[in-house]
């Protein structure tokens, strides 16, 4: 962890506290931190160093916790170094975060997608050159390779491949349905504000030596009032210029991310990359914007990293099949929820924190650039803030 100095559309320089992965090259400090991918049933070690001012903490939404492994300041283990074990018992969308001085470091970075994949998924650290990293054997088509995701689409024929069945079964792939292009949402807001004047970790720190949660005394600052005037999606500007080129930075304009951007395997544990090729394939690579021909299964995960509350509405109908991470009507908790549209052209609004993944398919009507609206909502009075625009593109 480092911080690091990354200039928004604009050239303002914003102060940023980043994950980095040893020995990777293209994560020597990302915004947001790399996608850990996890097969569901495995053990899993995260070796943490704190590089600059400790102590910070690792927490891992969507574990089921040790004490000492849940990375909550004050009462788990804060690092300096440390080895974050657990075993993730449910597929579904995540993410990680730092969460000691939480309000400034993950506001400032320090987070990134924690993605359970099924139990077959192939990775790195096997060795069989045709299987693209990520894809699992075909439960339906003998002898091919595809990426699943945990839904009940039952109700849904329109995405061919489902699989019903009993989850508990085994490396089961039961409760499952293949896509084929998926896309990775993060939006986040930033108040430059705070990086000019509380650019130092410990901004607003108790004194050493207190007694955590006892006698904690924070020291009095600005951290209770955010006001955000730069916005992104998965660390890429919405950059308000390429549609008005009169634009500053602030509340109330309309910005737009670009087309075609695609995350490096090196950023998404392998995915998008085959054993033994020298490059990543974009067919197989994880989508910002999107980009896919017609009759193809899109997944689009989005997580709100903003402080403020963001309101997406796609220009066609989707189907929402998980929230927080945890698939609508499968079990156990089938008998509460189920998948269901959500329309084109009406909204849904979520909180910091919150993901969903919808799935959609790409039809002969669908050809040509849309574009998916999201909104940032500030939180105490309803106001509009920022409008981002993200290209869906559906080719024949």
Known sequence: MHGDKIPAWDGKEIIYF??????????????????????RGAIFHAETQGHGPPPHTIHWHGQEPTPMNDGVGHCSME?????????????????????????????????GALLIDPPTAYFASQTNPAIPIGQVPSPTTPGAFEFRVQAN?????????????????????????PYDVEALWVFDDRDSVWSDFAPDPRAFFPRRGNNPGVNDRWAPGFFNDFNADYWFVTGVDSDPSVIDPGAVAGPGF?????????????????????????????????QISINAPVGKTVLVRALNAAYDNVRVTFPFDV???????????????????????????????YSVARRMEVLFRTTALLIG???????FIRNHDGALLHTTLIPITVTA
């Open 369 to 375: 650039t849309q574009f998916a609206t999201v909104e």
């Open 18 to 39: 980043l994950f980095r992965q040893k020995g990777n090259d293209l994560a020597k400090g990302t915004f947001p931190g790399p996608t850990i991918r996890i097969p």
């Open 319 to 349: 189907v929402v099949i998980s929230w927080d991470g945890r698939a609508l009507g499968v079990p156990p908790f089938g008998n509460y929820n189920r998948p269901f549209v959500l329309p084109g052209g009406v909204s849904i609004t």
């Open 79 to 111: 690092i300096g170094r440390y080895t974050y074990q657990f075993q993730p018992n449910a597929m579904g969308f995540y993410f990680y975060h730092c969460h000691r001085n939480t309000v400034q470091h993950f506001e400032f970075g320090l987070y």
């Open 153 to 177: 689409t039952t109700a849904f024929p329109q995405f061919p491949g489902f699989l019903g069945g009993d989850i508990t079964t085994k490396d089961s792939l039961n409760m499952t349905v």
């Open 254 to 286: 309309m910005g737009r991310i670009p087309p075609d951007l695609l995350i490096p395997s090196g950023l998404n544990s392998g995915v998008g990359r085959v054993i033994g090729e020298a490059a990543d394939r974009p067919e197989l690579q994880t």
